[in-house]
């Protein structure tokens, strides 16, 4: 059986869905840390509000900030929704990828 040959069309294409699929990651990454370090700083703020030795205005300032950071974590939350498009087309891809290297490596020795 003579495998069939890739062109320029497809491969750019693939090459193209490759690039967005790498860009939604890295995308997802940096959304993941900050919503680590908005964690972390949510800690650190409960943390000082429940000492009772800081004056009136810095716990209303602190309050406020934490009521902030409670928001955009609840809005940078991860859900199926926002991840589900990237998920299958990572998997979509690298399963293409095998299946293209099969393909090349059945055509280079045969």
Known sequence: MKPRQLDETALAAFESDLKEVAE?????????F??????????????DISQATLP?????RLATELEDLETKLESQLLSWETVKEP?????RFGGLGVVIG???RGWMSG
């Open 24 to 32: 939604k990651f890295l995308a997802l990454r940096d959304r993941y």
């Open 34 to 47: 900050d919503i680590r370090r908005a964690h972390r700083r949510q800690q650190a703020i409960q943390a």
């Open 56 to 60: 009136e205005p810095e716990l209303k």
């Open 87 to 91: 998920f299958w087309q990572a998997l």
């Open 102 to 104: 099969w393909l090349l």
